[in-house]
């Protein structure tokens, strides 16, 4: 080797110098200092997003719904999975069937008789032992095998009532502790004890220090005005026209008005802060990563139970309201706000009618008028009332079809009491009409009480009153008497017809089911008053005999 490269290899084997080493410094270079801020305090919202205050968590792609705070009812139900759940039992449609839906052959038994069939081929295929030939003569085996058998079965029989007796005491327990929270409600100091007691002890929860600065920083620096939904102005325009105007205009009330202003957009924003950070800590990873373990706790609001001991009675008052009365169901006030608004004041015969054309009338003549004014009010309560009633419902059918059976078979009860309690008001609303209707004939025959029988000194102006009906009287022309048509005696029992009539109107009239299913043979109508009752008699000999 020459001299010339054993120089190189030795030159190549030295080990350089050490390059030099900067200043210590405890300042971070400006590059290092944003992100190692982050670090420190990482950020609560998103910087850019389409709308505001979105949590920094929600803007991931990997995020699954159920890990957002707002969509899970608990935290703990982040950790349900499919998975786990534990499998549906599968439902067969017949016991003849298998999971094909085809025929089975042999068909298949059921459980019970499966079971024993099982029991008896287990008992073949299992060969006993060696018995003894005397044993079997003298019956011993046949005894021990009985006694083994009916040990087994005793003993599945004490499970058994073991099994239904726990079930029923914890029925009972359930029972009893529903029906102490109704009615043996805990005195107010008991309750103002216990009440107290869990405040003070969430109120014990210390915040930490660190948590403290952390939580300062994120109400007041963390968040930007700009990630808030800023104050409306237009609720600061409807608070100040509650000021009367010499009130607004009078001395430093504008100056009180404008620092009351500020005070409440900074009171505002301040709320938005708290509420969000509150809502993001609701999530314990975000509390892992933003490094706060600990929140203060809000001022307690203590409830205090009045002791009220018909509560249960009121509740079962309640519920019978509710589903067999159904007097607060929306169908029924609509029902009644209908007839109020439109036909409370609907009467059969307006007398009216015919004072407008003018008494007094031939008794002919008026009792066509009362068969058209008859037959125009029957048709109004048939075809208008009911109709009204019928669309109101349909209109209306999201407030009662929850009440129809999804079941084919299954029983209408619910429904049929709703329309029930609803021909109910329907009936006793007709009643109402008619009793309108009677009183108003009353009325009109009133003017004629008096009657014109002169007692003393005729005066003038003693029958400006029109008569109501116009009676003939034509001469007899083989003697001196006279004939009124109609006869006089026939006048009584014309008056009591036009009661009748309006007894009559109110009779036959359908129930909303008819109407609503026209299709269905439904012979029933609503309630309708007769003329034997008590009441109705009173009116008519009012008019009849004052």
């Not at 080493?21 to 997003?49: A, E, F, V, W």
């Not at 914890?170 to 004890?193: F, G, N, T, Y």
């Not at 009367?244 to 430093?252: C, N, P, R, W």
Request: some cysteine; aromatic content about 8%.
């Amino acid at each position: 080797m020459s001299a010339s490269r054993k120089r190189s290899l030795l030159q190549r084997k030295t080990i350089p110098n050490l390059p030099w080493l900067p200043n210590i410094d405890n300042r971070h270079p400006p590059i290092l200092i944003h992100p190692l801020g982050k670090n420190q305090y990482p950020p609560l919202l998103k910087d850019h997003s389409w709308t505001k205050s979105v949590p920094l968590k929600n803007g991931f792609e990997y995020l699954k719904p159920i890990d957002s705070i707002g969509n899970s009812y608990t935290t703990s139900a982040r950790y349900l999975r499919l998975r786990k759940l534990y499998p549906q039992k599968k439902k067969y449609i017949s016991e003849c069937l298998d999971e094909n839906g085809k025929l089975r052959y042999p068909p298949k038994l059921p459980k019970i008789e499966e079971n024993k069939k099982f029991i008896k081929t287990a008992a073949q295929r299992h060969k006993p032992d060696v018995v003894k030939l005397e044993d079997l003569l003298n019956g011993e085996y046949d005894r021990r095998k009985a006694e083994r058998k009916l040990r087994y079965q005793n003993k599945l029989k004490l499970k058994e009532e073991l099994k239904q007796h726990e079930e029923l005491k914890k029925q009972e327990e359930i029972k009893k502790s529903a029906i102490r929270e109704l009615i043996e409600v805990v005195h107010p100091d008991e309750q103002k004890r216990l009440i107290k007691e869990d405040a003070e002890r969430e109120q014990r929860k210390i915040v930490t220090t660190n948590d403290f600065e952390r939580i300062q920083y994120y109400l007041f620096k963390g968040i930007e005005d700009r990630m808030i939904e800023p104050y409306k102005e237009q609720w600061l325009t409807k608070i100040k026209s509650k000021l009367l105007l010499h009130q607004y205009t009078a001395k430093g009330i504008p100056v009180l008005v404008t620092t009351l202003e500020q005070e409440v957009k900074e009171s505002y924003n301040l709320s938005q802060r708290y509420a969000l950070l509150e809502y993001i800590l609701a999530d314990p990873m975000e509390k892992v990563r933003l490094n706060i373990h600990t929140f203060p706790i809000g001022y307690p609001a203590l409830i205090i139970r009045a002791p009220v001991p018909w509560h249960q009675q009121y509740s079962n008052a309640k519920h019978k309201i509710g589903y067999k009365l159904f007097t607060n169901h929306p169908i029924i006030l609509l029902l009644k706000n209908l007839w109020k608004d439109n036909y409370k004041n609907f009467l059969f015969l307006p007398m009216t009618h015919l004072q407008e054309i003018g008494l007094p009338l031939m008794p002919d003549i008026i009792e066509n008028m009362i068969d058209e004014m008859s037959a125009n009010a029957k048709d109004v309560l048939v075809n208008k009332w009911l109709v009204d009633c019928v669309e109101l419902v349909l209109a209306n059918r999201s407030t009662w079809e929850h009440l129809v059976p999804r079941e084919k078979n299954a029983p209408l009860l619910l429904i049929e009491r709703l329309f029930d309690c609803a021909n109910a008001l329907l009936s006793k609303q007709l009643r109402i009409l008619v009793m309108n209707s009677l009183n108003h004939l009353v009325d009109c025959f009133m003017i004629y009480k008096t009657g014109n029988a002169i007692d003393g000194e005729y005066k003038d102006l003693m029958f400006v009153r029109r008569p109501f009906y116009t009676v003939k009287v034509v001469p007899k022309l083989d003697n001196n008497g006279l004939n009124f048509e109609p006869e006089i005696s026939t006048l009584r029992n014309k008056f009591w017809e036009l009661f009748y009539k309006i007894i009559e109107i109110n009779q036959g009239i359908p129930v909303l089911e008819k109407i609503l299913l026209p299709t269905l043979n439904i012979n029933k109508y609503l309630i309708s008053v007769r003329s034997e009752e008590v009441e109705v008699q009173r009116i008519m000999k009012k008019a009849l005999y004052g």
